[in-house]
């Protein structure tokens, strides 16, 4: 036995070895840094790659980092030795931060088919799909919703909302812009007033949606407009719909960007150009649960057009974001504690 | 003489286990230290709203640690005095599994039992009572226990399982009542472990966030973990974030070298060997010991079963014959294996040295120190550890090829303070107790570690083994750090496929890392832990 547990433990470090004697990276290579579930089997990823690989002669590599932010704080941490010829998925709101670092190059992507709700300006970035953050509702709990964001801070305190923390996560910040973008200077009063209906604020969409909102917790839960989408024509069911807002949905916007030391920027530029063509976008509603930022017709899928349509897409210049973010957050703190 | 050359390397083992964590935990916050350019611990102390923080995060951890070690004391009590009801062995290894759960899924679990439309409120509205809400400390502690406690009783019965039979029928002869062989017996052979397992349980406490933020109702309820978290990935902020660090690491440090101050050393025992039978007298009242036993599964396994129930849906049969859940599988059991062998080894050094020195040297306290030091990985937040180990590699190596056994090696040093305290005792009592036997036979190297340590630490050892595989299996921060298109695990699935809202399989993939731990959990301790009896025969 003694000798077994010797011989078990040998094998294993054996293993270990091998690993780490992993070869390294391919010739005509592209890896695209993005986050998580872009990568996921029954996300945008394996549909992408395939795709591109197809027209390219290359191999699209995907290294996935377990949230948008960290995507950026990886290249600002590899500097100019980064293995990243492409980042994809960083939010617009981390676009001046992301642009400050000076990592990034033009993208010289043709981007006269973009249609956003708002014009686009930016030569690096490249947006690839948007939705707006809405609250999405349990329709079994709440039949009739807050129909502004008005309603909802002057309803009684016991409709109960989870949100996210928007020193952790993307809606989370998307909601405190949301707020800021409404109100101004009065954002401080209106969280307090806000503050009885929160149920609680999670790390992350994840523990508010599916820990909490799809196990009943409350009837409300920070989201993205898109959201009942899938659930229609995913799960097939109806139950969860987004309350639209009479002031309008702060919009978030997805892209990606190319690497100024990237050794392969003809082939970066390609996959930029790809990103934004009628094959990879019509592959977005469903597997990033997003609109794409490109009108695909038909191609977009029926339960799309069943969507709340925002009256009015809110969004704060991504430099005034990054000047004002920490003081906002610290009035956000202040007044919910 | 022989004797000496072994003692002459006493150190060694323990240097070399202590070098590895070094290099794995001071080195890189040393290397964050030396990019940021203004460190400052004090402006986080003087800042009223850290000040808050840290206060919140040590009072949380304070009441979670203290209500787990406080429930663990019965329970592991009444585990110990019933040997034998159908399902004892079943569920004392369910409850090796609550640390190992990623903690989104057992945010499910606990709110489909605990929540506002949880079973329980579902159940006491029958009566009429009002329902209650656990977001706040109340949902906090409410988790931290569901983790903490079924591992402190875990911990706590090894203790109990390890009194001689000769104590507890010596006990029978002195006509002692319960509470005097609670006094007598049990609390020392308890108390010794103790204060680790309370210092075990603060530091995960101490610096957990997700279970905080998502159960503690607003940003009031945040740890120090949370600001970090935020400074490096948000804000890119390294000197925020290493001033917070610093702090962190300073608090939970001190608290560590004060825990070292109470001397919990083990009991001598007489003539120990471990009975093929425990022997437990009848004693106390039994419908008391079955009541806790009753309440504490119900209270452990019923998230469980709020998990297992949402796993089964119609995605159920398609996630789990599904090529990447399959291939998950290997890779999940794989890291465990390694990291579960590595952090053994490195535990064993670090006792064999600190044993030594306490022991023989008679430095009880470095010894102890010593020790402790292998709590350190727990202090460090995950995302300094890999900032700070990417700042030191990016120019001496592919961090990209190396990310794997960097992961396996952070998995196997998180299982190191699990692993000290599970063996700790069992070493010291070998050494108490042979230490005159070995002297007078000249037994010592690797004769001496395998006809009388091993048998002796077998059984702990296999427990040591199952619980930091499973830990490994389970993490998700380590593989997460650095990238992760060559391994894919299971935690890693789960996540993703969460993120992607594929909830159906995600619950699945849940239940599957749960099962697969539970099995390996199983044969580690079958292998492993084998037959006590054979071995002792040997030399009884």
């Given amino acids: 036995m003694i000798s077994r547990f010797r011989h078990s433990v040998s094998l294993c470090l054996l293993g270990l070895l091998c690993i780490v004697a992993l070869p390294g990276h391919a010739a005509n290579t592209l890896t695209v840094y993005t986050y998580d579930s872009f990568t996921s089997e029954w996300g945008p990823g394996p549909v992408i790659k395939t795709a591109f690989e197809k027209e390219c002669d290359c191999t699209l590599n995907f290294v996935a980092i377990d949230s948008s932010a960290a995507i950026l704080n990886r290249v600002q941490l590899e500097g100019d030795a980064s293995k990243a010829d492409v980042v994809l998925g960083l939010d617009y709101n981390l676009m001046a931060l992301a642009e400050d670092t000076g990592l990034l190059t033009e993208s010289g992507a043709d981007l006269s088919a973009v249609q956003l709700p708002v014009d686009w300006a930016s030569d690096i970035f490249v947006p690839f799909d948007y939705g707006h953050f809405a609250f999405v509702y349990d329709t079994e709990m709440l039949a009739e919703p807050p129909t502004s964001l008005d309603e909802l801070v002057n309803a009684p305190d016991d409709l109960k909302i989870i949100i996210q923390d928007p020193r952790t996560s993307t809606p989370g910040l998307g909601l405190m812009l949301w707020v800021k973008a409404v109100y101004g200077d009065d954002a401080s009063d209106v969280w307090k007033k806000l503050q009885p209906k929160i149920l609680t604020v999670t790390k992350g969409w994840s523990e508010a949606y599916f820990s909490l909102f799809l196990n009943g917790e409350a009837p409300m839960v920070l989201s993205y407009d898109t959201s009942p989408g899938y659930h229609m024509a995913i799960d097939k069911t109806e139950q969860y719909q987004a309350a639209a807002f009479d002031e309008g949905h702060y919009l978030q916007i997805e892209v990606a960007a190319l690497l100024k030391n990237s050794p392969n920027q003809e082939l970066g530029k390609s996959f930029l150009q790809f990103l934004i063509s009628k094959e990879a976008q019509s592959a977005l509603p469903l597997t990033n649960v997003m609109y794409p930022s490109t009108d695909i017709g038909d191609a977009l899928p029926e339960e799309f057009s069943k969507l709340i349509k925002p009256s009015k897409s809110l969004l704060l210049d991504t430099n005034t974001v990054r000047d004002e973010r920490k003081a906002w957050i610290d009035e956000w703190l202040n007044a919910a504690n | ?540």
């Fill in chain 2, 1 to 540: 003489m022989p004797l000496t050359s072994s003692i002459g390397r006493w150190w060694m083992p323990g240097v070399l286990a202590l070098t590895v964590l070094a290099l794995i935990t001071v080195l890189p916050l040393a290397a964050l230290v030396l990019s940021a350019t203004n460190v400052a611990p004090q402006d986080v102390l003087t800042n009223s709203h850290f000040r808050r923080v840290i206060w919140f995060s040590f009072y949380q951890a304070l009441m979670s640690a203290c209500l787990s070690v406080a429930l663990a004391i019965p329970i592991a009590q009444a585990l110990s005095r019933e040997q034998r009801f159908p399902g004892r062995k079943l569920l004392i290894n369910l409850f090796s599994l609550s640390l190992v759960i990623p903690t989104l899924v057992a945010i499910f679990g606990i709110v489909a039992v605990f929540g506002r439309t949880g079973w329980l409120n579902d159940f006491i509205g029958l009566f009429g009572i009002k329902p209650f809400s656990i977001y706040g400390l109340v949902g906090i502690l409410l988790a931290h226990v569901f983790f903490n406690l079924p591992l402190a009783t875990r911990i706590l019965l090894q203790s109990l399982d390890n009194i001689p039979n000769e104590q507890w029928r010596l006990s029978t002869q002195l006509r002692m009542n319960a509470s005097a062989q609670f006094r007598f017996i049990e609390w020392p052979a308890m108390r010794t472990q103790l204060v680790g397992v309370f210092m075990l349980i603060f530091t995960l406490c101490f610096t957990s966030f997700t279970i905080v933020m998502a159960l503690g109702g607003g940003p009031r309820a945040t740890t120090v973990e949370v600001a970090i978290y935020q400074a490096l990935r948000f804000d890119f902020d390294l000197d925020a974030a290493v001033s917070l660090a610093i702090v962190q690491l300073l608090f939970c440090s001190a608290l560590l070298l004060l825990s070292a101050f109470f001397k919990h050393e083990a009991p001598l025992g007489f003539g120990h060997r471990i009975p093929d039978q425990l022997f437990r007298p009848v004693s106390g009242y039994r419908w008391l010991n079955f009541l806790l036993i009753a309440v504490a599964t119900l209270f452990v396994i019923m998230p469980l079963i709020g998990l297992i129930i949402s796993a089964i849906n119609p995605s159920t049969i398609k996630v789990l014959l599904h090529d990447n859940t399959i291939k998950a599988v290997f890779n999940t059991l794989f890291i465990a294996l390694v990291a579960s062998c590595l952090s053994v080894l490195m535990g064993i050094g670090l006792l064999l040295s600190s044993r030594h020195l306490r022991i023989r040297l008679g430095h009880y306290r470095l010894g102890q120190w010593i020790q402790h030091a292998g709590n350190i990985i727990l202090v460090m937040p995950p995302v300094v550890l890999g900032t700070g180990l990417f700042l030191l590699l990016r120019n001496v190596a592919d961090v990209f090829s190396i990310a794997l056994g960097l992961a396996i090696l952070i998995n196997s040093l998180m299982a190191l303070p699990f692993v000290l305290r599970i063996l700790d005792g069992p070493l010291m009592q070998a050494a108490e107790q042979q230490d005159r036997v070995i002297q007078s036979l000249g037994i010592i190297g690797w004769s001496r570690w395998r006809l009388l340590d091993w048998p002796l630490v077998r059984k702990p050892l296999g427990f040591a083994m199952a619980i930091s595989a499973t830990l490994a299996a389970g993490d998700l921060s380590a593989i997460a750090l650095f990238g992760s298109e060559r391994a894919m695990t299971l935690p890693l699935l789960l996540f993703q496929r969460m993120g992607g809202y594929r909830f159906h399989e995600a619950a699945t993939t849940a239940a599957l890392l749960l099962i697969t731990c539970l099995i390996l959990f199983l044969i580690l301790q079958a292998v492993v832990s084998g037959t006590v009896k054979r071995y002792n025969h040997a030399y009884a």
